[in-house]
């Protein structure tokens, strides 16, 4: 990743820190809202510049590894096409999840 982009994700995240903003969603999570996005793990790699590899494990439910500005791009990218993070006890009974907003923008 260059340079400039790991300082605007350095900066994301510390935005989404203290906003109180779910920081790492779960694998399943990242990859349930790449689907209701309608992305292909190809797409997320196109708008992130990511590595295929690297969305992969981000999906990964084995605990892969994968630093804090990858996350923060993946969800960075995700939350633009529409999709909101839910963290677990943040909706009445609920466990973490996902939802799609009413008008998501397409990427």
């Given at each position: 990743m260059h340079r400039r982009a790991m300082?605007?994700?350095k900066r994301t995240i510390q935005v989404r820190e203290s906003l109180g903003q779910m920081k790492n969603p779960s694998p399943g999570q990242i990859k349930a809202g790449r689907h209701l996005a309608g992305l292909s793990q190809a797409d997320v790699v196109d708008a992130t510049g990511l590595s295929i590899r690297t969305i992969k494990?981000?999906?990964d439910e084995q605990g892969a590894t994968i630093s804090d500005a990858a996350i923060a791009a993946i969800v960075d990218t995700l939350e633009a096409a529409g999709v909101i993070?839910?963290?677990e006890g943040e909706m009445r009974d609920g466990g973490p999840g996902v939802r799609l907003r009413q008008n998501p923008k397409q990427l």
């Open positions: 300082n605007d994700t494990r981000a999906e993070f839910i963290a």
